[in-house]
């Protein structure tokens, strides 16, 4: 049941995100004027949820492979909570226009993948050579075995 709903939600904010809606206006905004403002408190509340989430999981895990490099996810959720916010900006400041709001929300989404992917590459290498060590470790302690058995 829990799944379902899931999928429901998911499968309702993506019909909700298509711009079909837009194409079919016949030329007035069908966007409220609060709308942008509470999009960018809600991310901002998600993203403030999600960098205390990930101080947790670094304290949690210390010393492992995903505490070492949850400083690099510590870095993108800034990001992507200023790319959110970056949008405000065009509002309140009279030269910064909503082209130079979107290049710096478009850099600010790169950047905080690019934290992110560097983030998983170096959790998959350090828990790779984990198990290398392990598998490794393992055959090492059988052949002793062995060898005092026999």
Not at 8 to 34: H, R, T
Not at 68 to 74: D, E, W
Not at 115 to 122: D, G, H, K, N
Not at 136 to 149: L, Q
């Amino acid at each position: 049941m829990h799944k379902a709903l899931r999928i429901g939600a998911m499968a309702l904010a993506v019909f909700a995100g298509m711009p079909a809606q837009a194409y079919a206006a016949d030329g007035e905004s069908i966007v409220p004027s609060w709308l942008p403002f509470a999009g960018g408190f809600v991310s901002l509340l998600v993203a403030l949820f999600l960098l205390v989430v990930v101080l947790r999981l670094r304290r949690f895990a210390l010393g492992s492979a995903i505490s070492s490099s949850a400083l690099y996810v510590i870095v993108a959720v800034p990001c992507l909570a200023a790319s959110a916010l970056v949008y405000w900006f065009s509002n309140f400041l009279p030269t910064f226009t909503v082209d130079h709001a979107i290049l710096a929300s478009n850099l600010l989404v790169t950047a905080a993948m690019a934290l992110l992917a560097l983030y998983f590459v170096t959790v998959r290498r350090r828990l790779a050579q984990f198990v290398r060590d392990l598998m490794g470790s393992g055959t090492d302690s059988d052949d002793a075995e062995g060898v005092t058995h026999a």
